[in-house]
């Protein structure tokens, strides 16, 4: 039993294996939370303050008992107009224009199994693994109900939360604001983690102080966006990766977000994670419910490798869907940074067959196959196949591809639509834009109004018509701009409030839509790299175009921060050419396979036109990457460095869950002459255990790799007898068998 309730007290606890979750109803019927830690049997509630404190105001139902406010007590959910003057979670304006309200508890529910929500992704499990809890608050006077739900999956320590708003009176209601979860710590000095970038630069982890203020972060791009994942932690003062306390906060949502973080006057420190707000004005009429999405919980009593462990085991096993979710990928190669869209169909099997002779498994033909299709400023919305540029049907060049042996895949932009195109000539309504207002682009571009249902048919009947020809192994699925002009050219008032709910709506639809009349599909998700790259889309594509930089030492970073909540096996990760076109940089063959492989692994290039080294490299990275597959993309995963910090090295290790063997990965950053001794320190390994390196046979005790770690690899070169420190960005994989 993970839920267990105290009726006479009015106590609510979510119990995981390690982790115990509490709230509590008290004057009349203000839920709080109590307790967020490890496993704890027993009532949190003496450590809620009752003072009457100046200027925090009271229930009215409290009108004699001053020291009882929503002001200062940890709220559950709290809402806009009960006198919680911090940030809500909930508001609703009544049909007079009055926003607020006053939610009360009235009951709950525990039901067998995980709850799912409608149309949205969520954490699903079988029914044996989980339990659902439905909490309802309601204000009689508003005729507002609200269910709070919470999912537990014990065995990984996780917590889901989502909420359900009904109108049960008889006016229309707009919802301005309804967060997934909040979080209230009544003690303790937290500091934030958030996961911030840019278009090619995403999620770089960063760490700032909360203090008395409130650091809003998320986006109002209508996506997940590059500029800040939806994901957060709470990490107490010190926490590391191996100690101290953190709460890592989730949204299982691809849209825009918001995370509000904040410390009180009195040092209550709060968290609330939800749909943005700033755009969010959903109508709500009479009888009508209204699903908010999902935000999942993990609380680490041991620092962040223990929390990031238990969301990669959520991902893994319980976002991620479909007959991929646990096979093998196969090695893909794909064209987009060898040609952009100058191609033709000779160029594609040229690429094809070399990568087919050096081992790839998979080719990949990405934008520009389609329509106009020959510049970034035409042709989207039109998925017609372009022959003439191809030299045949699409059917028979994924033919002739796999008559090489290989898979095949295609590129996809369905939400997409370029004025220069058959589709906007014949249905300009359909892309959202403003009437009177000269329509914002992006890479000369509009976004089609997928909150409409005949929109969305379109696109999937015109894709499927592709698909079915070229019966497509695997799908990339893009989105190349944010969303500007919100305005539906439908029939009514559309609120903008309401559409770029619905439109996420349209987008999941669709993929779930592909899937069920393509069950085999590798589905890839992308948006100008990883600009959605969140739980939500993982529910649909078992892993993501992790950014547009294929740097491998840029890539270090980004898959750093992007490791915190996601599993590498998510990451879409690729072998580039050098120089590298962001970057200029150049690295060696060998690093950039060791970081594509703390990915998907595949290559982005012509392998017709690297050196005949190189070429030699190929087969044997591909072969490495099949040897250590399971450990790689199934094997815990361990941040032995910081990298935003250290920039000496990189480092980070795949350990399989029996401690039975690691894959120990190094990139040095940095070189310098005569330098002092380096060493990585390992961890997850048996401490009592000792581990033979497999190519040098050198045998270690695993506590002295944890303790002092192992020294940095030296480099053996013919004719220069003291074995160098290894240079910049070289690369070392030091596979370790328990003996
Ligand atoms: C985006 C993707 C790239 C590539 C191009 C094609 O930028 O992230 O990988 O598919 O679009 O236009």
Redesign the pocket.
Known sequence: MSIVINESESIISIHTKNTTYQMKAVHNGLLVHTYYGPHMNGDAGYALSYRDRGFSVNPYDSKFNRTVSSDTLPLEYPCEGSGDFRASAFSVSRANGASGCDLRYEGYEVVKGKYSLKGLPAVYADEEEAETLLVTLRDRDAGIKVVLQYGVLPEIDVITRAVQITNEGNVPVVLNQTASACLDFVSGEWELMHFYGRHANERAAARVEIAEREIVIGTRRGMSSHHENPFIVIAENGADENKGQCVGMCFVYSGGFSANISRDAFGTTRAVMGLQPELFNYPLNPAETFQAPEAAMVYSAEGFAKMSHCFHKMISEHICRGPWKNRRRPVLINN?EATGMTFDGEKILSIARKASELGVEMMVL??GWFGARDT?NAGLGDWKVNTEKLGCTMGELADKIRAMGMKFGL?IEPEMVNEDSDLYREHPDWALTIPGKEPILGRNQLVLDFSRKEVVDNIFSQISAVLDDCRADYV?M?F?RPIADVYSRTAGTQSRGKILYDYMLGVYSFMERLLERYPDLLLEG????GGRFDAGMLYYCPQI?CS?NTDAIDRIRIQYGTSFCYPCRTMGAHVSAVPNGDTRRRTPINTRAVVAMAGTFGYELDLNLITEEEMEEVPKQIETFKKYWNLLHNGLYYRLTDVIRNRKEAAWMMVAEDQSEALLNIVTLDATGNGPNRFVRCAGLDPEAFYKDEESGNVYAASALMTIGLPMPRIKLPGIPWNPTPGEYESFQIHLIRQ
């Open positions: 987009w990405d934008d970034d590129w990339k893009d190349n992308c948006a100008g790299g175009w547009d």
